[in-house]
C-alpha cells in the first residue's frame, strides 16, 4: 500500500489587543450591544477616510521581531474588494504585496521533545469584518457592525507541517508567543485568534505537492487537530480510488467532526486589489524597530532554554511552564518564594494544574497565588510537613481555610514527626496490633516482604495521622520487621 | 450687493453698510427669483444660513468678527454637511442626510461664514458639463444653452449669476478649472493634501481635492486661508503651516519666469481661445514677466492615464452604495445579489456606471499590470515633467479649456467629454496646484486663463492671477443673466 505524506500550512488569524480599531477611534471590546462600537468610518459612510492606529502597528512588529522576522522598512495598504453585507465598504483594507512582517521562524515543541522549525512566510496587518446574524431576524439577515474594523494580524505559514499534531503545537507556539507579547488575549472562544489550515497529501518521497483544499475559521486547537485528520483521511481515501482532490475552500463542522465544501476555487471572487489611496505607506525607520526591540519580554523559546539550562527542568517540563505566560510568570513566582524549581515545577503541573482543569478555571481566577503556593513548597521541602499533609494545606488554601499554609499547617496539625523515638513507638504499637500480618511477613520469601511493608507503613502513617515522615516510617518499618525474620 | 466680491462684502459688513442677515435674505430671494431657470442648487438652506447670518451678526456686535464672518457661500453636494441632504448629485444618495461636517466645513462655520445651500453637481463628480446630475443639468448663465462645464457647474454658475458670492468645489481632473473658465469666476485647484479631503464623498481619492471657486484671486486667497492645512483625519492631508494667502498678493511679477508648454497650444485648440491666451500673455509681460516655450512631452498621456486611474478607485470607492446601510435600496429585494444590483442599478446614472464598470476591469486580474500599474507609472512621468519644467520657470500658463462653454447637449460621446480635460487632467495626476482666471470672451462665453505652479506654490498662483487682475476686467464682466433682478 502507498504511504502518503501531509503537507500543512496555516494562516492565523490574531486580533490585537489595541483599544481602539486598526483604522477608527471606536472602541473593540468584546460583547457589547450590536452596532453599538461602530462609528462612522466603521460604517463606511460617504467621506470617512482611515487613520492608521500606531499601536496596531507597533504590536505587528513586536510579533516580527518575537519571530526573528525581517522588519521591512515600508509595507503598504491595499484594498481587497469585494461585495459583503457585514463587510460595510465593500473592501476589506489588508495587505497584500509588501507586508509589515516579513520570513521568519518558530520553533515548535512535539509531544516527545523533539523540536521543530516552521517557517512564517510574512505576516500582515488587516482590519476584520462585521458579523452578519441569521437568527431571530425572521428570514432576514442582521448586521453587527461592532467587530468591522478590528485590527487583524494574519500569520501565513509555509507548508512546513507535517502531521495535525505539528499544526495543533505550530498554533500553540504562535497562541504563546503572542499572549507573551501582550499584543492579543489569546481568547479563542471569543474568536481573539482563528485560523484557515490548507491540507494536502501527496506520496511518500514525492517532491510536488498535492492539491490542497483551505479549511476556514478553525478557533480550536482541538478542532485543527480533528479537522486536519478528518482532512487528510478523506484525501488519501478519494486518492486511493483513483479520484483527484479539487481546490476548494472547506468548513470544518465540529458536531459532525467533518469538513464540508464550501465552495470551489472556480468560482471565487478576484479581489481587485490595489494600494489603498487613502492611507500613506507605513515607513519604519531602524529607531522605531530598535526600540522596540529593547522592549521585547522573554518569549517562550528562550525562556523554555532558560528553564533547562539554568533550573534544570526536563524538556518537557519546560515545555508546558513556558507555554503560557501566565503559567510561566506563575511558576517562577512560585520558584522563587520556595527556592527549589524542581519541587515548584511539580507541584504548580501537578496539584495546581490539575485543580485548576478540575474546576474550570484560568491561573488569573485562581484562588491559591504564586507566593502561597510557594510558601506551602517552601515546607514541603523543609520538611515541614510530608506529600501527604501537603495536599491537605493545598486543599485548604484552595477553599480559603486560611491565608498562608503555615497557618493552616499550625491550625490543622498536619507538622511532620520526624522525631525517632516517636515514629519507634508508633511502629512497635502496630506491630503488636497486627500479629497476622507479621507471620505473614515472616514467612514470605524475602523479595515478596518490599510489597507486603506497605500495609505496615499504612497503618503507622494512619496512626500519625499522616503527619509522620514516610521515609523514616519506612526505613524504621523494615529494620524492626527484619529483626523479627 | 449681488455684484461684489467677497473681500468687498466683508469690508461692508465691518463697516455697517448693510448686516449679514440683510445680506443673505437678499441672495436667498435673488435665489427664489433665479435658480428655477439656472439650476444651480440641489438644497438651498435657509433657515440655517438665517441663523448662522444672525450668529454672525451678534459676533460682529460683540466685538468678535473675524475675516470671514457673515460672508455667504455656497458648497458643492459633495461636501457632507451635518442634518442637511448631502446627494453628490445621485440618486443614490437622494436619502443621505450627513450625520457629520466634513473638515472643510467645520472651518467654514468656525469662521463664521454663512451657507446657503448646496450646489449642483455632475453625479459623484464624474462630468465635465454637469450634464451626469440626477437633478438635473444646471445652465450657463453667459448663455442658458451652454453647459456650464463640471463637474463643480452648479457652484460656478452660481457664482457667475451673482447668487451667492463665492462657492466650494472639488477637482479630480479639472472639476473647479473648467467650470471656472465657462462661467468667467476664477477657481483653484490646491496642491493635492492641501486642504483635507475627510467628509468629501470621494470619487478619485488620489487626485481629488477642494478648492474655492469666487470671483477674484482675492478672494480665492480668502478661501483658501480658512479650508487649508493638515487634519488628523486624511493622512493624505499635508502637515505644513498655512500662510495668510492674502500676504504675497501685492508681489511684483518683475522678473517672473513663465512657461508656455507647447501641448497646451497644438491641434484642438480653438484659435479665438488661443488669441485670448496669447493676448493674457502679453499683459504679463507688460507687468515685467519673461516668457518662454517649455515641454511637458508626457501630456498626451494624461487622459488615457486619468481614465484608467480614476475609475479605478471610483469602482472600489463607490462599492459602499450597497442599498445596506444607507442611501438607495431598491423595493422588495428577493434575496442579497438583488439588492445590490437593482439598487446600484437604479442608484446610479450612466456616466457612473460606466466609470466602475472601466475601474473593475482595470483592477481584474490579468488586466492590473496592463492597466493600473503602467497607468502608475505614466503619472510618475507626467508628474516629472512639471518638475522639470519648474526648473526653468516658475509657472506655466496656459488655456484652461480648448474651448469656450460648448452647448447643452453637444457631446454625445463619452470620449469626446473627457478630451474636454485635455489641460486640466495631468495637473491633478502631478498633484500640483492650478488656477484659471477669466481672460477673454468669444462670443459671449468666457475663456479662462490656467496658471500651474510646483507643489503648495499656493501663494504665488495667487499672487500672479491677483496681478493679471489689477490690470484686467475679464473678472469684473458679468451675465446679462439675473441683471434686471439687481
Redesign the interface.
Known sequence: MMQWETVIGLEVHVQLATRSKIFSGASTAFGAEPNSQAC?VD??????????NESAVAMAVQFGLGIDAEIPEVSIFD?K?Y?Y?DL????QTSQMYHPIVGPGEVEITLDDGETKRIRVHHAHLEEDAGKSLHEDFHGM?G?DLNRAGTPLLEIVSEPDMRSAKEAAAYLKAIHSIVTYLGISDGNMAEGSMRCDVNVSVRPKGQEAFGTRAEIKNVNSFRFVERAIAFEVERQVELLEDGGKVVQETRLYDPDADETRSMRTKEEAN?Y???PC????PVVLDDAYVDHLRTSLPELPAEKRARFQSELGLSAYDAGVLSATRAMADFFEGVKDVCGDAKLAANWVQGEFAGRLNKEGLDIASSPVSATQLGELVARVKDETINGKAAKQVFAALWDGEGDSADAIIEAKGLKQVTDTGAIEAMIDQVIADSPVQVAQYRDAEPDKRGKMIGYFVGQVMKASRGTANPQQVNGLLKEKLDALC | MHDMTLTELARALEAGEFTSRQLTESLLERIEHLDGELNSFISVTAEQALAAADAADDARTRGEAGPLTGLPLALKDIFCTEGVKTSCGSKMLDNFIAPYDANVVEKLKAAGTVSLGKTNMDEFAMGSSNENSHYGPVKNPWDLSAVPGGSSGGSAAAVAAGLVPAALGTDTGGSIRQPAAFCGITGLKPTYGRVSRYGMVAYASSLDQAGPMARTAEDCALLLSAIAGHDLRDSTSVARGVPDYRAELGTSLSGLKIGLPKEYFGDGLDPAVESAIREAVKVYESLGATVQEVSLPHTHHAIPAYYVIAPAEASSNLSRYDGVRFGHRCDAPKDLEDLYKRSRAEGFGDEVKRRILIGTHTLSEGFFDAYYKKAQQVRRLIRQDFMDAFEEVDVLMGPSTPTPAFDLGANKDPVSMYLQDIYTIAINLAGIPGISVPAGNVDGRPVGLQILGPHFAESQLLNVAHQFQQVTDWHQQRPAFGKENA
Open positions: 462612522a460604517l463606511g459612510m460617504p467621506g470617512v477616510l482611515p487613520v492608521l484594498r474588494n461585495f453585507p460595510p465598504k465593500g473592501y439577515t448586521v478576484d481587485r486589489y490595489f489611496p487613502d492611507l500613506l
